[in-house]
């Protein structure tokens, strides 16, 4: 059976060492007195929740499931599921990140981050029940009436109900502008829904009492396309006026999608009957809503993806260091045993570093992330909101479809570090594997993804926020440029920074001339962005270990993080070469395809 550690050193390194998170929020009134001593003891309390209560339950749920009663439409969740989340909720941590003002802690985001991450190493299955609610919440906190906040977000930020999003419909998953779910008003201002929904994650069960589904649906004078998408609150149970629980909603479960992983989540089929729902803000602006809580979805798919990279390895590596095989080809390693570990071999080597080097500098990422959106939100400087807004959003796609990627590749890396062993259920990578693989799938494919990026963050607004990160990586560069023990992770970022504006340029003008040029070019430029992301963030990890270590610090924690960061430039960042030239070869080789397609 598999077996999950909390990364919190790691963790600690990359908010107080890398990014020094606490004297970001000295600027934020209302995160003026989070010190590092309390973010690490709420950290060290959530691992023990994700290490002890949840990570017990993934392999079990897997198999188990969840099953859906035809009569009634009721869902149950795998067994202790239920169990696991009221302690959750005893226990609080629905509310970590949540305004006061709903019952909230208000701490700063990157808790929330951080301890999600290690509830997706424990279980991804589990942790998308109440990871979703922070979406909705999202989305109700911002375009909200204060009425409806009253009503639903108190109880969402204690975790006594949950929240979904329901988008996709079975003739049209991200072209929304097909949807065909109705919302007929009535005379008291409420709505009438009728519809039916598909791929809702979380849809329907039996861990909260209410659940709180937000929902695209058309007006009856609704204009066609994407502009005629309104969003609704319709709940499980209505919800009387002294905020008690009434009559129960026609929205149900039809069914149960049979999926290739995270089995212990119910993927539902929705049907909405007429059901009562309640329009947030204004009418055919549904998509400024939605897309709120679309955004903190994607950023929550890549932390999902970096949870199962980190676990995958920890796994991978414990079993490398006690399976024999062979002998080394440099000679006898463990000459008391009767083969060498694993380990020894370089290839297996690779394939454990790529998972490390992806997972830490998916790490860096996130938490960078996570900053950027408490200062979007909630810094007093309006420039500083808007600066962090636009390279927020600039960096949202590269989350959701590089760390996805980047799962992927990793967990079937560390699937095949177990040889045959990795291909069968008790050793628990193949679940890893199997549950990673929606993440590049749902909250828009990696391919629109891609297309997000290069289209319009990049190419829409030419290239001015690409070169909002170019001017981080550019004072790095001015930082360690003369410093020799620098250059070996300062240099290739800076290269691939004066490159990226040629090779943008290049693509544009490809894609003013022909946009299947763009739609050739996206995937392998989101990818080299990816890198570029990632190699200044490993940059930024070895300068911090090389200060330590020049300073006398001789925890061994820095010359691993060196280790690795050699790995990863020598080993990882060199694909940019492969895919700017992949990218180049443009659309032809594709589109100009149609017998070899017939």
């Known amino acids: 059976m598999p077996t999950y550690t909390p990364p919190l050193r790691d963790m600690q390194f990359v908010m107080h060492e890398v990014f020094k998170v606490t004297d970001e929020f000295k600027a934020i009134p209302r995160y003026a007195e989070a010190d590092a001593d309390t973010i690490n003891a709420i950290l ?127 003739h049209c998953g991200t072209d929304l502008g097909l949807m065909r779910t109705k919302a007929e008003p009535q005379a008291d201002g409420s709505y009438r829904i009728t519809g039916n929904k598909i791929f809702i994650s979380a849809g329907e069960h039996d861990m909260a009492e209410n659940i709180v589904h937000l929902v695209l649906a058309r007006l009856p004078d609704a204009p066609p396309g994407i502009k005629g998408i309104s969003l609704f609150i319709v709940p499980k149970f209505l919800v009387k006026a002294d905020g008690t629980l009434g009559e129960r909603n026609p929205v149900f479960c039809g069914g149960l999608e049979h999926k290739m992983g995270i089995h212990g989540n119910a993927t539902a089929q929705i049907n909405l009957d007429g059901a009562a729902g309640w329009m947030v803000g204004q009418p055919n602006k549904g998509m400024q809503a939605m897309f709120v809580m679309m955004n903190a979805a994607r950023l929550g798919v890549g932390n999902q993806s970096l949870g199962l990279t980190e676990v995958a390895y920890q796994n991978a590596l414990a079993y490398a260091k006690e399976r024999l095989q062979m002998r080394s080809l440099s000679g006898t390693k463990a000459k008391d045993k009767p083969a060498d570990p694993i380990i020894v071999h370089p290839d297996v080597r690779k394939m454990l ?60 890396a560390c699937l095949q570090v177990f040889g045959g062993h990795g291909y069968i259920h008790e050793w628990g990578m193949e679940q890893f594997a199997r549950d990673n693989r929606i993440n590049m ?43 020799e023990d620098m250059a070996e992770f300062v240099n290739p970022v800076a290269y691939l920074g004066e490159q990226m504006t040629k090779f943008t340029t ?7 001339q022909n946009p299947d040029e763009v739609g050739a070019a996206a995937v392998d430029y989101l990818r080299v962005a990816g890198h570029l992301v990632h190699g200044y963030f490993w940059a930024r990890m070895a300068q911090v270990a090389l200060r330590e270590i020049a300073a006398g610090n001789t925890d061994p924690f820095y010359q691993a993080k060196l280790q690795t960061a050699r790995f990863y430039f020598a080993k990882l960042f060199p694909e940019t070469a492969m895919l700017m030239r992949t990218a180049r070869a443009g659309a032809k080789p594709l589109m100009d395809t149609d017998l070899a397609l017939a």
Request: aromatic fraction near 10%.
């Open 441 to 483: 799938i749902y909250e828009g494919t990696n391919t629109i993804q891609s297309l997000d990026l290069l289209g319009r963050k990049i190419l829409g607004n030419n290239g001015a926020t690409l070169k909002k990160f170019g001017k981080l990586v550019a004072q790095l560069v001015q930082e360690e440029g003369v410093n």
């Open 506 to 512: 290049e693509i544009g003008f490809r894609g003013f």
């Open 353 to 412: 570093l790529t998972a490390k080097a992806y997972a830490e500098g998916g790490r860096a990422l996130l938490v960078f992330c996570s900053v950027l959106l408490d200062k979007s939100h909630f810094h007093p400087d309006e420039k500083v909101r808007k600066d962090s807004d636009e390279l927020l959003s600039l960096l949202t796609p590269i989350v959701k479809a590089f760390t996805t990627d980047n799962g992927h590749i990793a967990t079937n």
């Open 44 to 170: 060290e309390e959530a691992g023990k929740f994700a290490a002890e209560v949840t990570f017990p339950l993934n392999a079990a749920g897997d198999v188990e499931g969840c099953k859906l009663d035809p009569a009634t439409h009721e869902v149950t969740t795998p067994a202790g599921f239920k169990e696991a989340y009221a302690k959750f909720v005893e226990a609080g941590w629905p509310a970590l990140s949540c305004d006061p003002e709903f019952g909230g802690q208000g701490l700063p985001l990157v808790v929330n981050q951080c301890f999600y991450e290690m509830m997706n190493s424990a279980n991804q299955a589990w942790t998308m029940y109440p990871g979703l609610t922070h979406g909705a919440y999202a989305a109700l906190a911002t375009h909200g009436t204060p009425e409806q906040q009253k009503t639903w977000l108190p109880k969402m930020t204690s975790g006594e109900w949950t929240g979904t999003m329901c988008l996709t419909e079975a």
